[in-house]
């Protein structure tokens, strides 16, 4: 079975909304710039992602995410490719193995 990894929902300040999920929830910045914020809750993450920079998606993990088309390296180091289901929604395919940071390193997710 496929683990869901996070959603994607557009904000237009992330820095805003960070607070605003601070405040009203109980969750962990694992990550955090201008344009994206990775939250952690205790069963998924949560993205919070600025408009031009990634679509609102659904990402989930597979061993075989490459055989849905070209794997792109991310700034986190996690590999994924980005395609539509059947009514036109983005699902973001991550690749397992770079779910695995380096030896010293914590994951950011993406």
């Known amino acids: 079975m ?3 990894h996070h959603l994607a929902i557009p ?3 992330v820095a805003a909304s960070v607070r ?3 405040e009203h929830t109980d969750c962990t910045v ?3 710039d201008a344009t994206w914020a990775l939250l952690g809750f205790s069963n998924i993450k949560l993205a ?3 408009p031009g920079q990634h679509p609102p998606h659904l990402a989930i993990v597979r061993e075989d995410a490459g055989r849905f088309g070209p794997l792109t390296r991310h700034r986190d180091g996690t590999r994924s490719v980005y395609i539509e ?3 036109g929604n983005t699902i973001e395919v991550m ?3 770079s779910l695995t940071p380096p030896a010293g390193q914590t994951p950011s997710g993406q």
């Open 48 to 50: 919070l992602v600025t």
């Open 11 to 13: 904000t237009g300040d």
């Open 2 to 4: 496929d683990v869901i």
């Open 20 to 22: 605003w999920y601070r």
């Open 95 to 97: 690749e397992a193995a």
């Open 30 to 32: 694992d990550y955090q």
């Open 85 to 87: 289901d059947s009514a």
